[in-house]
């Protein structure tokens, strides 16, 4: 979702898209639909429209201001558990390394390795550095003085989200800021 082309995507109008509670769907990535599944949301009477574009769709006999920000009308129940998934990983541990906290070439690391009987779940593996996982190899933290900044847990949906206001995405339309609330703001 994220673009390197701002513009680009500015251009594109997609829409923020809200709950029916009026908070996003999804922080990371942010719950933006295109313009054109959003019209089609807007004729399904699916969705409010919140705020909208200065710029217009037409045809012949219509004209239509393009939503910027819609609502559900119906409130989607968010699944409590997100799934087990390389990028929810990832966002769960802040895109670090939970060994040493660098960013840089993250993969995985099983904390008790696979070669002894170690799991792939939520509660056995963390984001690590190429470094730190080849340091660490087939040994727990213990043996080799590694030590995790915090035990990797099985978070929750809420959990998530909460883990993506980290991450504000590099474009935000003003209409959408009013709905959104972003860690970054808070730390002012
Ligand atoms: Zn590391």
């Known amino acids: 979702m994220l673009m390197n082309n701002t513009k680009a995507f500015a251009d594109a109008r997609p829409a923020l898209v809200l709950n029916a509670d009026f908070r996003p769907l999804s922080y990371f990535p ?11 949301a807007v004729f399904l009477d699916r969705v409010n429209i919140v705020s909208e574009y200065e ?9 239509m201001a393009l939503p910027s ?3 559900l009308k119906r409130y ?5 558990y997100p799934a087990f998934t390389r990028f929810n990983l ?4 802040g895109f670090i390394c939970q060994y040493c906290t660098c960013k840089e070439e993250l993969t995985f690391d099983h904390v008790v390795p696979r070669s002894r009987g170690g799991r792939t779940t939520w509660q056995n593996v963390v984001a690590a550095c190429s470094y730190c996982n080849l340091r660490k190899g087939a ?4 043996e080799c003085g ?13 959990d998530l989200q909460r883990a993506g206001r ?9 209409s959408w800021v009013d709905y959104l609330y972003w860690d970054s703001e808070l730390e002012i």
């Open 166 to 174: 980290a991450f504000p995405p590099n474009y935000l339309h003003q």
């Open 30 to 40: 942010l719950s933006l639909w295109s313009w054109q599944d959003t019209i089609k």
């Open 90 to 93: 990832f966002l769960r541990d």
């Open 55 to 63: 710029q217009k769709v037409h045809s012949p006999n219509f004209e």
């Open 69 to 71: 920000v819609v609502s």
């Open 76 to 80: 989607v129940k968010p699944a409590r």
């Open 146 to 158: 590694m030590r995790l900044r915090r035990q990797p847990f099985r978070p929750t949906n809420q």
């Open 139 to 142: 040994k727990l933290d213990s």
